[in-house]
Structures are given as C-alpha cells and as structure tokens.
C-alpha cells in the first residue's frame, strides 16, 4: 500500500508501483544527501538469511552507517559485556550447564516471566535431588525471588539503579578470601585482577547496604554463597541491560564467574541474556552496529576479508566512522535524518514530536518483519508487516510480509519459545508449514528484489545479492563469510540442520558436531587478530585504541574490567519520589493443550510479548493479561490510601498515564509498570476517551555510555489516586489537555532543577561528567601551586589569546568539539612537561597527581573524537543539485 498525497490515507498499489516508489526515493536520496540520508532498523526475529542480505545491502551496496535494530533496546549490553570481557560475543555456555550448576546467580533477570521454558528446567533442578542455591537480584519480589528463598536461597531486593554497587560489594567479599576465588586460573587466564581489588576495595557490605537497601546480612549471605559454589552459573536480563551503568554492571557479573574459574566448564559459566528470538542472528551478521561475523572495523585485515568474501571494494564498507546506534539516530531526526517506532522507545513524547515533520519518517520492527527507513528531504517509509500496528499508521508505503510460519530459514534462537531453546549458539532450521497469504513476500524476497532494482554489484559487475528467495543460497553465502572467526559455521548445512534438534556454534572441521562451550582451555579470543572490538573505558564509554589494547596484552587471557558505582542520572525529588522500572509479564495459561488438542495441562506460556503485535490478537492471552498495571509496594500503598484495582495516575516530566494498582511485592520506593500496552489496540469505537497506558510516556532517553542501551528502567514519577473518570487519554486525544496543563508541567520542570530531556543528548551528559572530572584533577594540582608558585598572569594572558584563537564569535567550516580536542591534546603536551619535572624534583606526590590528570585529560580526548566520528556522516549530508535543478537556475545562454 502506498500513501495517497491526496488523501493522506493508505491506498492499494501493486508491488512494482511500490518497489519502483521506494528505489526512486531512495535514488534521489543518495544523490541528494549522499547514502548516510538512509538508515535501517531491524528487528529481534528475522531469519539468518534475512539480516546477511540486508547487511550487505547496508554495509556493501549503500555503504550507510545508520544500521541498527531492536537489538540495541534489548541485548546491546549483553553483546557489549562479552567483547569486554572475552573479547567477542557469544555466549559462552550451555543450557545443559542448568542440570551440573549447584549455584543459580539471577541478576535482573525474571526468567520466570522472559524465559519460561528454561524457568521450568530451573524448577525440575529445584523439586529433585541436588538442587541449586539460587540467589536472586531484583527490585521486584517475582516468582523468581519467592522460588529462591522457598528453596534456601536469597533474593536481594536492591533499590532501581544500584546493581553496580551490589556486584562490586559481591566481588569484595569473593575477593576478600582466599577460598572463595581461584588464584592460579586467575594468574594464568586473565589480565587486570590489581586494578579489579582496587576498585572493590571500598564495596564493604556497610556500604553497600547503604547503597542499596539490602541488609547486611543478606549481603553476606549472597557473597559467602557465591564464594563458596564450586559450579556457579549466573544470567543476567534487562534488569541489568536496561538500567544505568549496564554495561559495567554486566561485566562485574562475568568477574564474578572469571575470579572463580567458573567458565567452561559443566554447570560453571555465564548467560548474557537475550530477549528477542533471533537476536543473535543480528548480532552475528552485522545487521546492526556490529559487523558481520564478529568482525573487528578497527582492524583493516577483517575489512579486507570481508571485503574479499563480499568481492567489494573495502572503502565501500563504513569502518571509517562510529556505527550509528538507534539512540543516537535520535539526534539525527531532530536535525533531519532519522527517525524511530511509536511505543518501542522511551519517552514517546519526544518520538511523536519528530512525527510532526514532514522530512521526517519511522522506521521499526514489530513481528517477523523489516522496516527501511528512507531519510532526507521530503522523504518515505518503507514498512514490512502482516499486521496493522503504530507504525503502519505512520509510513508512506506498507509492504506485505510473509511471517515466520510461511518461509524457510535458520534461526539462532534467543528465546524459549516454541521449541527453540537457545541462548547458547544453537542453530536450527525452520520450513515453511504454509504458504502465505495473498500476494505476501517473505523478507528475503523483498530485500533482493530492493537490491536488485537499486542495481548493486560487486566488482565484477554481478548482482551483489544473487539470489532472490532462496534462503539456502544465502545462507552458503553467510557461512563462507564465518571461516576463521570465532561464530565459524562452516560445518553447517540445511541438510545438516534438518531432522535435529539444533547444533551449536561453532561447527567446522575440528567440531564437526558443534561446540558445547567455549573456553574450556581457558584461551579467550583477546589476541590481536581475533578480537571483535579493542574496548572501552567502562565509566565514560570512551574507545580504547589499538596501541592501548596492544599495550595491554590480554594475548588470549581474559579481562577483568572493572568501575565505582555513580548514582543513577535522574534521581528522585520531591516532586517524582518514586524510581520507576519496566518489564515483562508473564500467566498461567492453557495453550499447548489447547493447541495440540491434548488434555488439558498447565503451562507456563508468556501471555504478552514486547508491543503484542502477536500476542495482542490471540484471545487466550489476551484474557490472561488484559491491562497494564502500577506496582508498588505495600508500605508505599498504605501512605497513599491505595488498594488494589483502584485507578492511579502515575506522571512525570514526560508524561503521565492511568493504571489500576497492583499492591506488593515489590521494594519500597519503586513502582513497575509492563511496557506491552499502547493505544492501537485499544477500543474506543464508541468515541470514549482511552486511557493512556504505555510505560514508555515516562521512561526517559538516557543509555549506557558503551552498549547505548536505553536505560529503561531508570527515571522517576510521582503517582497519585486517580479521580472517577478516565483522566489521562492517549495522546492523539491528550494535546489540549497537555496545552491546559503546561503551567502545572512548568512548576515540576522547576521543581526538578533539570534540563528538558528534548535537548539532552549523551554528548551533554557526558561533558557534564568530563567536566566534573577534569574540575576535579584540577583541583588536586592545587598543592603543588602552593608548593611551587604559578605564572598566573602570564597563564591567563595566553588562555585567553588561546580561547579566542579556538572559539571564535565568527566560526566557518569548524564545530566546537573540534577545538575542544585541540585544547585537550594541548593541555596533555603541558602536563607531559610536568611530568619529568615533578621526577626532576624527587616529588612522587606531584608526579602521580600529574599523570592521574594526564589520564584523565588523555580519556576526554579521545571521547571528544569519539564524538566527532559520531557526527562525520551528517557533514557530508549537504543538498546538491540535480541535472535539472541545475538547468532551470543558469541564464538563457550561459552554461556551467
């Protein structure tokens, strides 16, 4: 369907009027803005087959680095931990680690909600003989926590946005006894355990039960109980992906089983979770901000291999620049280049204001579809779906899709669900069990036809994408691309995959049959050539360079990467008292009985999924868990004269909604709202106003300053009893009353003493930080001024002939951060002067205050060129004229 200028509205069109509309919109694009004026945003639950096609027309036929997908909201922290940690992605152990662990570490991570299969392998371990200590980590006190302390166990029940603190304190009492942590695997298989102590070394159980609101005694009962596991298996989920310091938090998570020696081997390793069912897929082919087979884009021998696999010119591949990630795109469609889905991101309010452009369009991924997104000047959305949805009732042109059911191809998948248990690198195969209905395409389908009406080729002058739909073709492609790299899937084939229940990566010639773990000799794929990314600085997020990494020698070993807990960005305040958390839920319902026609049996079965484009429409999950909900607790209640089932508005400086409550079981302080509910599905055939119910009206658009995960489950809110009556409307219902209420919203905004989130983008969070940091090494140079003197009139001549010099009232052609790098590198050639002098002068004090700033100014440097790599594609986003444009201004007579 295509979108009639005339009446606004969606209007049938034939698949060639569609494709044609969208390789010319696209076309016009490139010419005018060049190919970064086109992003794509994937999804979690595409096939194999499908994201290798669709990264190389990114990286290879566009060459755009505005790639990313539903990945960077759910696991691009899990991916983000293990290249720190180990070096590469990939989950490192087994499900079959569930039936040897005699401890389970849960942290965030309701599984019984996320992963219901494998939550029911848990409860097999727990009601037969030997069960495992299981140690939950979670604001809320879910199945999950009742299971652990019901069997012996714990579940520390943390205040939102504290994890950090708890793992470094775990990590204190682990590393405070000799017993509890394995010197010579430590010794032998890992780098940076000295940096590691110095960082844990203040996390006394005091402290952090300061932090947190955990008893000492259930600290010390976790960190004995970890300690002393001999086969420690620990996950993690969006309760650590999903909230501030997620990176740091998931990687102080993966020290825990390193110190141990708890990696590799049977029932001892870790899960990174992942949410979505083919979110490592994604991952692995480079259909987001990675690169295909967890290629390193800073190493120019895997550009040219995969140049080679690819037979392109590697310059065509965007290594040059930082990949675009999704939050950051946010930036570009506030400035005219990209923009995102309705209800999948934070703070909606902001997402629906981009809408009102008209350069600007959506793109997202709601089923087992793809969206493209086409940037730029007056431009169109493309979007694939099988169901009426947000976004849908946003794009120029709607395609329709062949769902999972109606195509064949290979899966990884993330998720338990339907018979698909992988987290840890199982491959499988699915065929198609129907045809699809109508004139549907599958993804793949579509995809090459894109490509070859776009008229990419390699440098032979070949189709680029040469095959059309057919996945087995694709898919010997996509393996080939794998030979050598540590997801080598060479040893695979359909036939292979076909009749089994999954095997697991990787698979070649020395594991014909898969790999049950990696790592079981202790060598990680830290060495130069192998490793996926050379890393980051955890607390500010700013690269590690070749020569750094170098410089460190990890050569195989594993790296302990440690940083001090900070309080998350926005706090609580008298005006939003309550932190505020999102996730999942999950019922008790009857569907494989159902479905099977076998008598019936109870099932734990996830009764809603991410935005419910599939779930939403099943009535028997929709009867199990019809409504979005508050959660708060009991003591939080009983202040606030609130009782289950009564209506409660719960708002913040970005919006407001309306909830009945659900009192309990969860810490005091906090409040839960499932972030599944959004207003196209709800009825209002009747015209009655409909209550605005999406968690995403309030959480707000910070992230990780490594993985650029949104921090969902980091803002604030007040809530309040709600008078009879539907209150809060959804927002296509909610503008006026957002126009009546702005005295009010202006009143909290003062309240809080904070910027609007509109205008608050990593760079300003971040140079707040840098900021803070260098004001503090400046300080602590204080002394040696005392000590030593100062030339402060001589100094502040030449700083300020200097300010004038970078930071002119008049600037052409150079931005800010420019001239920032310049100042810093500047004032790194000064401290480098310091530096022998304070060792002329016998002064260890001086010296070690000087290379302490050096450092410091040293990081800010380089983010600041992080930053500018950020924005390079933007810059040559200039308009050219074309051919007739050109025409129509030269005089009659006159040529150019």
């Given amino acids: 369907m295509i979108r009639s200028k005339e009446t606004g509205q969606l209007e049938p069109a034939s698949w060639d009027d569609a494709l044609n509309l969208i390789v010319k919109k696209s076309k016009e694009l490139i010419k005018h803005y060049t190919p970064h004026s086109i992003a794509f945003y994937t999804s979690g639950q595409l096939f194999l087959e499908e994201y290798h096609t669709l990264a190389m027309i990114g990286k290879a036929g566009l060459g755009t680095l505005h790639m990313d997908g539903n990945t960077r909201l759910c696991t691009a922290t899990a991916a983000s931990a293990m290249r720190e940690s180990f070096g590469c992605d990939g989950q490192p152990g087994s499900y079959t680690d569930i039936d040897f662990a005699d401890c389970i570490f849960l942290v965030g991570h309701n599984m019984a909600a996320t992963q219901t299969v494998l939550w029911s392998r848990i409860l097999d371990r727990l009601s037969g003989p030997s069960p495992p200590l299981i140690i939950s980590m979670d604001p809320r006190q879910t199945s999950v926590g009742h299971a652990a302390e019901d069997s012996g166990g714990i579940h520390l029940p943390l205040r939102a946005g504290t994890n950090l603190a708890m793992l470094n304190g775990l990590l204190h009492i682990i590393l405070g006894n000799d017993e509890y942590h394995d010197k010579e695997y430590i010794a032998k298989h890992t780098i940076g355990i000295d940096e590691l102590r110095a960082t844990v070394e203040s996390y006394t159980p005091e402290r952090v039960s300061e932090i947190t609101g955990v008893s000492v005694e259930l600290i010390m009962r976790a960190g004995e109980a970890l300690g002393k596991s001999k086969r420690l298996l620990s996950t993690a989920l969006q309760g650590v992906y999903q909230s501030s310091q997620a990176t740091a938090s998931a990687c102080a998570i993966n020290n825990i089983n390193l110190v141990k020696g708890s990696i590799g081997k049977p029932g001892g390793g870790v899960f990174q979770m992942n949410g979505q069912p083919t979110a490592q897929n994604n991952r692995e082919c480079g259909c987001n901000g990675e690169y295909p087979g967890f290629r390193n884009p800073s190493n120019p021998d895997h550009m040219q291999d995969l140049a080679d696999h690819w037979n392109i010119d590697v310059n065509t591949i965007p290594n040059w620049g930082q990949p675009t990630h999704i939050m950051s795109l946010l930036k570009f469609i506030e400035n005219g280049s990209v923009k995102i889905p309705a209800v999948s991101l934070p703070e909606l309010s902001r997402i629906r204001q981009t809408f009102a452009g008209k350069d600007l369009f959506v793109v997202a991924q709601f089923f087992s579809t793809q969206y493209l997104r086409l940037t730029g000047s007056n431009s169109s959305c493309c979007l694939e779906d099988i169901f009426p949805n947000e976004t849908t009732a946003l794009a120029d042109v709607v395609l329709p899709a062949a769902q999972w059911s109606e195509k064949t191809g290979s899966w990884l998948m993330s998720d338990p669900l339907a018979g698909f248990t992988n987290v840890d690198r199982t491959v499988h195969i699915a065929y198609t069990a129907v045809d699809p209905p109508g004139e549907a395409w599958s ?128 706090l609580v305040s008298d005006a939003h008292p309550y932190r505020l958390t999102t996730g999942r839920v999950v019922h008790h319902v009857r569907l494989l009985s159902v479905a099977l026609s076998l008598p019936p049996i109870n099932a734990a079965s996830r009764s809603q999924f991410h935005t419910r484009t599939k779930t939403g429409r099943s009535k028997r999950l929709e009867d199990a868990a019809p409504e979005a909900f508050v959660q708060i607790s009991e003591e939080d209640a009983a202040e606030l004269d609130i009782k289950n089932g009564d209506m409660i508005i719960v708002e913040n400086r970005r919006g407001a909604l309306e909830l009945p409550a659900k009192v309990g079981e969860i810490a005091k302080g906090n409040i839960f709202i499932p972030f599944h509910y959004g207003a196209a599905d709800q009825d209002d055939a009747d015209g009655k106003p409909v209550r605005a119910r999406a968690a995403n009206e309030l959480t707000e658009s910070s992230w990780d300053f490594v993985s650029k995960q949104p921090a969902f489950k980091g803002g604030s809110a007040n809530i309040r009893k709600a008078e009879p009556g539907v209150q809060i409307h959804v927002v296509s219902q909610q503008y006026q009353a957002q126009l009546d209420k702005a005295a009010n919203v ?133 308009p050219v004229k074309l051919e007739n444009e050109i025409e129509r201004d030269v005089a009659p007579g006159k040529t150019e």
């Avoid at 002098?837 to 800010?860: I, K, N, P, R, W």
């Fill in 443 to 570: 993804d793949l389908k579509i995809f090459a036809e894109y490509a070859h009406r776009m008229g990419f080729l390699d440098k032979d002058g070949n189709d680029l994408i040469h095959w059309r739909d057919e996945p087995e073709k694709a898919f010997e492609h996509w393996k080939r691309s794998t030979k050598g790299r540590p997801v080598d899937y060479t040893g695979l084939s359909y036939e292979k995959l076909t009749g089994g229940s999954g095997i697991q990566w990787p698979c070649n010639d020395e594991y014909p049959d898969g790999k049950e773990r990696l790592f079981t000799d202790g060598q990680f794929p830290t060495t130069l050539d192998m490793v996926e990314s050379y890393g980051h600085d955890l607390f500010t997020g700013t690269t590690i360079s070749p020569e750094a990494y170098k410089a460190m020698n990890p050569n195989g070993r594993a790296i302990l990467k440690s940083c001090h807990w900070h309080p998350q960005e926005e």
């Fill in 746 to 878: 202006q009143k909290h905004r003062a309240q809080d003493h904070r910027k609007e989130e509109h205008h608050r983008h990593l760079e300003d969070v971040l140079g707040e930080l840098f900021h803070k940091i260098c004001s503090e090494h400046t300080g602590k140079m204080q002394p040696f001024v005392d000590r030593y003197g100062e030339c402060e009139k001589q100094a502040k001549t030449d700083m300020e002939g200097l300010m004038k010099a970078l930071y002119p009232k008049k600037r052409f052609g150079s931005k800010p951060l420019n001239s920032l790098s310049t100042l810093l590198q500047m004032l790194v050639g000064h401290l480098n002067n310091l530096y022998p002098a304070a060792q002329a002068l016998h002064d260890q004090e001086f010296a070690s205050a000087v290379h302490g700033a050096m450092a410091v100014y040293t990081t800010a440097r380089s983010w600041t060129e992080d930053q500018n790599k950020v924005a390079a594609p933007q810059v040559l986003i200039v």
